[in-house]
């Protein structure tokens, strides 16, 4: 990725540098969804990350990892985040015999980001999980892309935001 600075561009030229910049967002719906929800209580504001993100270039894919259950509640969740803009991924939720679950996207994340990195600018990633930061740190190097996250600071692993070129955090800005 090639950095332009700007020490006295005027608006017009930084624009114009967003204009061109290709983005890649991809969200840990479950990371994301019990983050917030413990740390504050409530539920993200996709919508509101959108704009900000809209506003910093070209959103090129914006994937949604989330389990599928199948209730009303979630389908209409899902359907919101199609008219924002999201592609919804989707993994059957299995309930094992032992009570424990299985819904687990990190590797088709990985997978997507991998293919992604490759044609784009910029790798935004949702999510709190530290298995993601030797990914980070892979794209960041061969495919010389930026690589930011949005996490909850108090659940976000210390090597994920370590990894990562620009971390930010999700707080009351991006929440309803």
């Given at each position: 990725m090639?950095?332009?600075?700007l020490n006295q561009g005027t608006k017009q030229e930084v624009n114009k540098v967003k204009a061109g910049k290709k983005i890649a967002i991809f969200v840990d719906v479950q990371n994301i969804y019990?983050?917030?929800?413990?740390?504050?209580?409530r539920q993200f504001n996709y919508r509101k990350l959108w704009q900000k993100i809209s506003s910093e270039g070209n959103i090129i894919t914006a994937n949604a990892y989330a389990t599928h259950r199948g209730d009303d509640k979630q389908l209409k969740f899902q359907n919101a985040l199609k008219q924002i803009g999201f592609t919804i991924r989707l993994k059957p939720y299995i309930q094992r015999s032992d009570g424990s679950a299985k819904g687990d996207w990190d590797v088709g994340i990985t997978i997507d980001i991998l293919d992604a990195a490759k044609e784009v600018d910029t790798v935004i990633l949702l999510s709190g999980d530290g298995d993601f930061d030797l990914l980070l740190e892979k794209i960041k190097r061969d495919d010389h892309v930026c690589a930011e996250v949005y996490g909850v600071p108090s659940l976000t692993s210390s090597s994920l935001i370590d990894s990562a070129s620009i971390y930010h955090r999700i707080d009351e800005d991006l929440l309803l």
């Amino acid at each position: 990725m090639t950095v332009k600075k700007l020490n006295q561009g005027t608006k017009q030229e930084v624009n114009k540098v967003k204009a061109g910049k290709k983005i890649a967002i991809f969200v840990d719906v479950q990371n994301i969804y019990y983050t917030t929800r413990q740390a504050y209580g409530r539920q993200f504001n996709y919508r509101k990350l959108w704009q900000k993100i809209s506003s910093e270039g070209n959103i090129i894919t914006a994937n949604a990892y989330a389990t599928h259950r199948g209730d009303d509640k979630q389908l209409k969740f899902q359907n919101a985040l199609k008219q924002i803009g999201f592609t919804i991924r989707l993994k059957p939720y299995i309930q094992r015999s032992d009570g424990s679950a299985k819904g687990d996207w990190d590797v088709g994340i990985t997978i997507d980001i991998l293919d992604a990195a490759k044609e784009v600018d910029t790798v935004i990633l949702l999510s709190g999980d530290g298995d993601f930061d030797l990914l980070l740190e892979k794209i960041k190097r061969d495919d010389h892309v930026c690589a930011e996250v949005y996490g909850v600071p108090s659940l976000t692993s210390s090597s994920l935001i370590d990894s990562a070129s620009i971390y930010h955090r999700i707080d009351e800005d991006l929440l309803l």
